[in-house]
């Protein structure tokens, strides 16, 4: 298999199911200690404008660990705050020798005009508004794989926010571009036709029962406007959680997922979060060795790691 190494990760529109499997067989490898060289100092900065643990810390955590010097950015103290655009802030931040920005941004496709821009700085996408969020994406696959070791003729489950999910429409179209079959399930409000072309709208008891990943997604209190008023957690939680009497229809082999943060007792039974199925911990642990080998091919587009250092992935 060959791949094209891209100077940018921004989406998983583009992205090959060649490219996901060596991304996947990259962060197995680095799971099981391969290291790897940059042939100059790198220098990374993480613009996040929108909060964040999980995504933030281990895009930190894997540039410190293929060896780039990570600058600190607060978007609360920084100049966006006196007006500069985002543009000006990266263009600004290249000229003073940033080589790597991981960007998380409220706007949907923030990233279209500064890739116009032909910038030698290169984005990684860490979630744009209710857009794309290709490295939870990414991370997502890699749990599917070790828990299968196949994409094709999985079945996948995303109950819950949809309408808000980031999450949830890259991991549609990355898990039908691979062969496994998509359900979803949770309020009709929040299900239109753009997910109807991935998979069929269904009731939590029947994905529950039928699939081998039930993915929950968090219901998005911050996003949900003049809905939060209406909204009742308990209702939330029996008619559209994972609840005990749920887990207990759920297949022998099959998984739950969430992309967390998780907001215990509505989208699932806070017990089931450290039950025998959830892989949930999981995914924020391959979410590190997933970004590492993110960042790496990066790093070989720009010839800053040889491709040479890993080849034989695929
Ligand atoms: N899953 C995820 O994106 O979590 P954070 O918002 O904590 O980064």
């Keep these: 298999m060959t791949i094209e190494y891209k100077h940018d990760l ?14 996947i067989k990259l962060a197995q490898l680095f ?5 790897v060289q940059l042939n100059r100092p790198v220098y990374a900065m993480n613009l ?19 060896g780039m010097q990570v600058i600190d950015f607060n978007a609360s103290k920084s100049s966006v705050t006196k007006g500069e655009t985002l543009e000006d802030t990266v263009k600004t931040i290249q000229a003073i020798g940033v080589d790597l920005a991981v960007i998380r941004h409220p706007e949907n496709e923030y990233y279209n005009e500064l890739l116009n821009m032909n910038l030698d700085i290169s984005i990684a996408n860490a979630g744009d508004g209710s857009g794309q969020h290709p490295s939870q994406s ?4 890699l749990t599917i794989y070790e828990e299968f070791g196949t994409f094709k003729g999985i079945k996948v489950a995303i109950i819950g926010d949809l309408n808000h999910s980031r999450v949830a429409r890259s991991d549609m179209e990355l ?29 939590v008891d029947e994905v529950a029962k039928n699939s081998d990943v039930v993915m929950l997604l968090r219901v998005q209190k911050e996003r949900l406007g003049d809905e939060l008023t209406k909204f009742d957690e308990a209702a939330y939680h029996k008619q559209f959680g994972l609840s005990k009497e749920r887990y207990a229809t759920m297949k022998d082999n099959a998984i739950i997922m969430h ?8 989208e699932i039974d806070s017990d089931l979060v450290e039950s025998d199925k959830s892989r949930i911990f999981t995914q924020m642990k ?23 250092d890993i080849l034989g992935v695929d």
């Design 31 to 35: 799971k099981a200690g391969k290291q």
């Design 10 to 23: 921004v989406t998983v529109a583009d992205m090959s199911e060649a490219e996901v499997l060596h991304k």
């Design 138 to 141: 990414l991370l997502d696959m």
């Design 286 to 308: 391959n979410g590190m060795y997933m970004r590492m080998a993110i960042l790496t091919d990066i790093m070989v587009a720009k010839g800053i790691i040889n491709e040479a």
């Design 48 to 66: 996040f404008f929108e909060n964040s643990t999980r995504t933030h810390t281990s895009f930190d955590m894997a540039e410190r660990r293929l």
């Design 175 to 203: 898990l039908t571009r691979l062969g496994a079959t998509v359900s979803f399930a949770g309020p009709d409000q929040w299900y239109d036709e753009k997910f109807a072309a991935y998979g069929p709208h269904l009731t």
């Design 259 to 266: 992309p967390a943060p998780v907001n215990r007792g509505v």
